[in-house]
Protein backbone atom coordinates (compact mmCIF):
# COMPACT_ATOMS: atom_id res chain seq x y z
CA UNK A 1 0.00 0.00 0.00
CA UNK A 2 1.10 3.80 0.19
CA UNK A 3 1.97 3.59 3.42
CA UNK A 4 4.42 0.61 3.29
CA UNK A 5 8.02 2.26 4.72
CA UNK A 6 6.33 5.04 6.31
CA UNK A 7 7.08 5.06 10.08
CA UNK A 8 4.35 4.13 12.49
CA UNK A 9 3.50 7.55 13.42
CA UNK A 10 3.00 9.17 10.49
CA UNK A 11 0.58 5.80 9.40
CA UNK A 12 -1.34 6.16 12.40
CA UNK A 13 -1.62 10.05 12.00
CA UNK A 14 -2.88 9.42 8.51
CA UNK A 15 -5.46 6.99 9.46
CA UNK A 16 -6.82 8.74 12.82
CA UNK A 17 -7.43 11.81 10.03
CA UNK A 18 -9.29 9.99 7.71
CA UNK A 19 -11.58 8.31 10.15
CA UNK A 20 -11.91 11.75 12.18
CA UNK A 21 -10.62 14.87 10.95
CA UNK A 22 -12.00 16.44 14.62
CA UNK A 23 -9.38 14.30 16.50
CA UNK A 24 -5.76 16.40 16.99
CA UNK A 25 -2.87 13.76 16.60
CA UNK A 26 0.23 15.04 18.18
CA UNK A 27 3.06 12.41 16.35
CA UNK A 28 6.30 12.06 18.99
CA UNK A 29 8.70 10.49 16.14
CA UNK A 30 11.79 9.47 18.90
CA UNK A 31 12.76 6.60 21.25
CA UNK A 32 11.68 6.70 24.88
CA UNK A 33 15.49 7.66 26.49
CA UNK A 34 15.12 6.72 30.08
CA UNK A 35 12.28 6.31 32.57
CA UNK A 36 12.43 10.39 33.88
CA UNK A 37 12.06 11.08 29.85
CA UNK A 38 9.41 8.91 29.68
CA UNK A 39 7.67 9.87 32.79
CA UNK A 40 7.93 13.69 31.23
CA UNK A 41 5.87 12.35 28.31
CA UNK A 42 2.97 10.48 29.81
CA UNK A 43 2.15 12.76 32.82
CA UNK A 44 1.09 15.01 29.82
CA UNK A 45 -2.20 12.65 29.04
CA UNK A 46 -5.00 10.86 31.22
CA UNK A 47 -4.63 7.34 29.27
CA UNK A 48 -1.73 5.74 27.29
CA UNK A 49 -2.25 2.69 25.31
CA UNK A 50 0.52 0.49 24.96
CA UNK A 51 1.04 -0.45 21.11
CA UNK A 52 4.77 -1.36 21.56
CA UNK A 53 5.85 -4.68 21.06
CA UNK A 54 9.45 -5.37 22.68
CA UNK A 55 9.75 -6.45 26.32
CA UNK A 56 12.50 -3.31 27.12
CA UNK A 57 9.46 -0.23 25.82
CA UNK A 58 6.53 -1.91 27.75
CA UNK A 59 7.99 -1.95 30.99
CA UNK A 60 9.40 1.20 30.26
CA UNK A 61 5.87 2.14 29.68
CA UNK A 62 4.45 1.00 32.28
CA UNK A 63 7.12 2.24 34.97
CA UNK A 64 6.17 5.58 33.98
CA UNK A 65 2.18 5.06 33.93
CA UNK A 66 2.85 3.71 37.41
CA UNK A 67 5.23 6.77 38.42
CA UNK A 68 2.68 9.41 36.63
CA UNK A 69 -0.50 8.05 37.90
CA UNK A 70 -1.38 7.51 34.60
CA UNK A 71 -3.42 4.13 33.34
CA UNK A 72 -1.88 1.95 30.87
CA UNK A 73 -4.00 0.17 28.48
CA UNK A 74 -1.53 -3.24 27.46
CA UNK A 75 -1.80 -6.01 24.62
CA UNK A 76 0.26 -8.37 23.63
CA UNK A 77 -0.03 -10.63 20.68
CA UNK A 78 2.65 -13.53 18.62
CA UNK A 79 1.19 -16.31 16.54
CA UNK A 80 -2.85 -17.12 17.04
CA UNK A 81 -2.49 -15.62 20.26
CA UNK A 82 -3.23 -12.41 22.18
CA UNK A 83 -3.89 -10.64 25.71
CA UNK A 84 -5.13 -7.09 26.70
CA UNK A 85 -5.45 -5.43 30.40
CA UNK A 86 -5.44 -2.40 31.88
CA UNK A 87 -2.77 -1.69 34.10
CA UNK A 88 -2.37 0.69 37.45
CA UNK A 89 -6.34 1.57 37.47
CA UNK A 90 -7.23 3.16 39.72
CA UNK A 91 -3.69 4.38 40.31
CA UNK A 92 -1.38 3.56 42.61
CA UNK A 93 -3.68 0.68 43.34
CA UNK A 94 -3.74 -1.48 40.04
CA UNK A 95 -2.09 -4.42 39.17
CA UNK A 96 0.92 -3.25 36.61
CA UNK A 97 3.04 -5.27 33.75
CA UNK A 98 5.59 -6.17 36.68
CA UNK A 99 2.33 -8.09 38.39
CA UNK A 100 1.82 -10.28 35.06
CA UNK A 101 6.00 -10.62 34.22
CA UNK A 102 8.12 -9.53 37.16
CA UNK A 103 10.83 -10.25 35.37
CA UNK A 104 12.17 -10.50 31.59
CA UNK A 105 12.35 -14.05 30.12
CA UNK A 106 15.68 -14.76 29.10
CA UNK A 107 17.11 -13.80 25.84
CA UNK A 108 16.17 -16.36 22.74
CA UNK A 109 12.93 -17.80 24.94
CA UNK A 110 10.20 -15.47 23.34
CA UNK A 111 10.22 -16.09 19.70
CA UNK A 112 10.44 -12.85 17.58
CA UNK A 113 7.73 -11.80 15.04
CA UNK A 114 10.11 -13.00 12.46
CA UNK A 115 10.23 -16.33 13.68
CA UNK A 116 6.71 -16.79 15.22
CA UNK A 117 5.02 -15.11 12.64
CA UNK A 118 1.85 -13.42 14.06
CA UNK A 119 -1.84 -13.78 12.28
CA UNK A 120 -2.58 -9.93 11.07
CA UNK A 121 -5.95 -9.69 12.27
CA UNK A 122 -5.07 -10.46 16.04
CA UNK A 123 -3.69 -6.27 15.70
CA UNK A 124 -7.65 -5.69 14.75
CA UNK A 125 -9.14 -7.59 17.63
CA UNK A 126 -7.10 -6.72 19.79
CA UNK A 127 -6.79 -2.77 18.88
CA UNK A 128 -10.34 -2.58 19.20
CA UNK A 129 -10.50 -4.10 23.01
CA UNK A 130 -7.82 -1.84 23.58
CA UNK A 131 -9.65 1.12 22.19
CA UNK A 132 -12.56 -0.03 23.91
CA UNK A 133 -10.48 0.38 27.68
CA UNK A 134 -9.49 3.48 26.64
CA UNK A 135 -13.03 4.90 26.00
CA UNK A 136 -14.82 3.45 29.20
CA UNK A 137 -11.46 4.97 30.80
CA UNK A 138 -12.13 8.39 29.55
CA UNK A 139 -15.73 8.51 30.16
CA UNK A 140 -14.73 7.73 34.00
CA UNK A 141 -16.51 4.00 34.07
CA UNK A 142 -16.57 2.10 37.25
CA UNK A 143 -13.35 0.11 37.91
CA UNK A 144 -14.89 -3.11 37.68
CA UNK A 145 -16.48 -2.18 34.37
CA UNK A 146 -12.97 -1.80 32.47
CA UNK A 147 -10.10 -4.62 32.64
CA UNK A 148 -8.25 -3.46 35.77
CA UNK A 149 -6.95 -6.23 37.53
CA UNK A 150 -7.82 -8.85 35.04
CA UNK A 151 -5.73 -10.17 31.81
CA UNK A 152 -7.96 -11.08 29.39
CA UNK A 153 -6.43 -14.00 26.81
CA UNK A 154 -7.74 -14.52 22.87
CA UNK A 155 -6.95 -17.02 21.01
CA UNK A 156 -7.58 -16.61 17.42
CA UNK A 157 -7.02 -20.45 16.11
CA UNK A 158 -9.96 -21.65 18.85
CA UNK A 159 -11.87 -18.53 18.74
CA UNK A 160 -11.65 -18.48 22.77
CA UNK A 161 -11.68 -15.96 25.26
CA UNK A 162 -10.61 -16.96 28.97
CA UNK A 163 -9.75 -14.24 31.72
CA UNK A 164 -7.18 -14.85 34.88
CA UNK A 165 -7.17 -12.73 37.87
CA UNK A 166 -3.89 -10.09 38.52
CA UNK A 167 -3.00 -8.77 42.07
CA UNK A 168 -0.63 -5.88 42.84
CA UNK A 169 2.29 -6.74 44.41
CA UNK A 170 3.31 -3.84 46.67
CA UNK A 171 6.97 -4.92 46.61
CA UNK A 172 7.50 -5.00 42.74
CA UNK A 173 5.63 -3.02 41.36
CA UNK A 174 7.46 0.29 39.59
CA UNK A 175 10.29 -0.93 41.65
CA UNK A 176 12.60 0.18 39.15
CA UNK A 177 15.39 2.92 39.09
CA UNK A 178 16.49 5.36 36.40
CA UNK A 179 19.55 3.11 35.76
CA UNK A 180 17.55 0.33 35.51
CA UNK A 181 15.67 1.09 32.21
CA UNK A 182 17.63 3.92 30.67
CA UNK A 183 18.55 4.04 27.48
CA UNK A 184 16.16 2.09 25.40
CA UNK A 185 18.06 2.23 22.44
CA UNK A 186 17.70 -1.54 21.07
CA UNK A 187 15.84 -2.41 18.09
CA UNK A 188 12.72 -4.29 18.05
CA UNK A 189 13.66 -6.78 16.99
CA UNK A 190 16.52 -7.52 19.92
CA UNK A 191 14.15 -5.65 22.01
CA UNK A 192 11.54 -8.34 21.92
CA UNK A 193 13.96 -10.89 23.53
CA UNK A 194 15.82 -8.80 26.08
CA UNK A 195 15.91 -5.76 28.04
CA UNK A 196 18.33 -2.72 28.01
CA UNK A 197 21.70 -4.00 29.22
CA UNK A 198 24.00 -2.12 30.48
CA UNK A 199 27.23 -0.68 29.16
CA UNK A 200 28.96 -2.72 31.46
CA UNK A 201 27.24 -5.80 30.79
CA UNK A 202 26.84 -5.04 26.67
CA UNK A 203 30.96 -4.67 26.86
CA UNK A 204 31.53 -8.04 28.43
CA UNK A 205 29.32 -9.72 25.97
CA UNK A 206 31.26 -8.25 23.51
CA UNK A 207 34.47 -9.84 24.80
CA UNK A 208 33.44 -13.60 23.71
CA UNK A 209 33.72 -12.72 19.60
CA UNK A 210 34.11 -10.12 16.98
CA UNK A 211 31.96 -7.48 16.10
CA UNK A 212 31.99 -6.22 12.56
CA UNK A 213 29.82 -3.21 10.66
CA UNK A 214 28.43 -4.01 7.48
CA UNK A 215 30.44 -1.83 5.71
CA UNK A 216 33.61 -3.22 7.04
CA UNK A 217 32.73 -6.65 6.06
CA UNK A 218 31.74 -5.60 2.36
CA UNK A 219 35.68 -3.53 2.37
CA UNK A 220 37.58 -6.02 4.07
CA UNK A 221 35.47 -9.16 1.30
CA UNK A 222 36.21 -6.87 -1.50
CA UNK A 223 40.21 -7.53 -0.04
CA UNK A 224 40.17 -10.72 -0.30
CA UNK A 225 38.85 -11.79 3.36
CA UNK A 226 37.27 -15.34 2.42
CA UNK A 227 35.24 -16.42 5.99
CA UNK A 228 32.27 -18.92 5.59
CA UNK A 229 29.06 -16.84 5.72
CA UNK A 230 26.33 -18.01 7.52
CA UNK A 231 22.88 -16.45 7.58
CA UNK A 232 20.68 -18.01 10.74
CA UNK A 233 17.58 -16.67 9.69
CA UNK A 234 14.54 -18.30 8.38
CA UNK A 235 14.68 -20.12 5.22
CA UNK A 236 11.34 -17.74 3.96
CA UNK A 237 13.50 -13.99 5.03
CA UNK A 238 16.06 -15.52 3.10
CA UNK A 239 13.66 -15.89 0.03
CA UNK A 240 12.66 -12.66 0.61
CA UNK A 241 16.55 -11.12 0.62
CA UNK A 242 19.81 -12.79 0.65
CA UNK A 243 23.48 -11.82 0.46
CA UNK A 244 24.50 -14.22 -2.93
CA UNK A 245 27.93 -15.37 -1.45
CA UNK A 246 26.38 -16.79 1.68
CA UNK A 247 27.88 -20.50 2.02
CA UNK A 248 24.76 -21.51 4.91
CA UNK A 249 21.69 -20.98 6.20
CA UNK A 250 20.57 -22.12 9.53
CA UNK A 251 18.34 -20.93 11.43
CA UNK A 252 19.62 -19.57 14.95
CA UNK A 253 17.70 -22.07 17.10
CA UNK A 254 19.47 -25.09 15.20
CA UNK A 255 22.88 -24.05 15.09
CA UNK A 256 23.41 -26.32 18.35
CA UNK A 257 22.50 -29.22 16.80
CA UNK A 258 24.30 -28.28 13.16
CA UNK A 259 27.73 -26.63 15.10
CA UNK A 260 29.67 -29.52 13.43
CA UNK A 261 29.23 -28.56 9.99
CA UNK A 262 30.23 -25.03 10.58
CA UNK A 263 33.79 -24.80 9.71
CA UNK A 264 36.34 -24.18 12.46
CA UNK A 265 39.92 -23.65 10.58
CA UNK A 266 38.42 -19.96 8.96
CA UNK A 267 37.08 -17.21 9.97
CA UNK A 268 32.69 -17.06 10.12
CA UNK A 269 30.87 -13.75 9.59
CA UNK A 270 27.15 -14.47 10.90
CA UNK A 271 24.30 -12.75 9.68
CA UNK A 272 20.56 -12.28 10.32
CA UNK A 273 17.66 -9.42 9.63
CA UNK A 274 19.41 -7.10 12.45
CA UNK A 275 21.94 -8.45 14.13
CA UNK A 276 20.36 -9.80 17.45
CA UNK A 277 20.11 -13.38 16.30
CA UNK A 278 23.41 -13.39 15.14
CA UNK A 279 24.84 -12.78 18.08
CA UNK A 280 22.85 -15.36 19.83
CA UNK A 281 24.55 -17.41 17.41
CA UNK A 282 27.76 -16.07 18.46
CA UNK A 283 27.26 -16.61 22.16
CA UNK A 284 25.77 -20.22 21.43
CA UNK A 285 28.97 -21.20 19.28
CA UNK A 286 31.92 -19.69 22.53
CA UNK A 287 29.74 -21.57 24.79
CA UNK A 288 30.10 -24.65 22.77
CA UNK A 289 33.67 -24.81 22.30
CA UNK A 290 34.43 -25.39 18.85
CA UNK A 291 35.19 -22.29 17.20
CA UNK A 292 38.12 -19.59 18.08
CA UNK A 293 35.78 -16.42 19.59
CA UNK A 294 38.40 -14.16 17.39
CA UNK A 295 37.68 -16.21 14.23
CA UNK A 296 33.25 -15.44 15.36
CA UNK A 297 32.18 -11.96 13.30
CA UNK A 298 28.63 -10.96 14.44
CA UNK A 299 27.62 -8.66 11.78
CA UNK A 300 25.87 -5.61 13.20
CA UNK A 301 22.18 -4.46 12.21
CA UNK A 302 22.52 -7.59 9.91
CA UNK A 303 21.00 -7.88 5.66
CA UNK A 304 19.14 -4.41 6.64
CA UNK A 305 22.13 -2.93 7.30
CA UNK A 306 23.74 -4.47 4.10
CA UNK A 307 21.23 -2.78 2.62
CA UNK A 308 21.83 0.61 3.99
CA UNK A 309 25.36 0.84 3.74
CA UNK A 310 26.67 -1.59 1.05
CA UNK A 311 23.81 -2.39 -1.80
CA UNK A 312 20.62 -0.43 -1.60
CA UNK A 313 19.03 -2.69 -4.04
CA UNK A 314 18.50 -5.25 -1.56
CA UNK A 315 14.83 -5.52 -0.70
CA UNK A 316 14.10 -4.68 2.45
CA UNK A 317 11.39 -6.38 5.07
Known sequence: TA????KKTASAAATVARINPHCRFEPIDRRLESLDDAIRLVSRYDVVVDGSDNFATKYLIDDACVAAGVPNVYAAILRFDG???????PPGLGATYRDLLPETPPPGAVPSCAEGGVLGVLCGVLGAIQATEAVKLILGRPVEETLANRLLCYNALRMTFRERPLTRNRSSSSSSSSS????VSVDSEQAAATPPASPTKAAASKKNFETISAAAAAARLADGWDPFVLDVRLPQEAAIAALPFADGLVPHRKVADMAAEIPDDRDVLIHC???????LTCETLVRLGRHDPRRLFNMEGGILAWADQVDPRLPKY
Open 180 to 183: EVAA
Open 3 to 6: LVGA
Open 83 to 89: QVSVFNH
Open 273 to 279: KSGFRSR
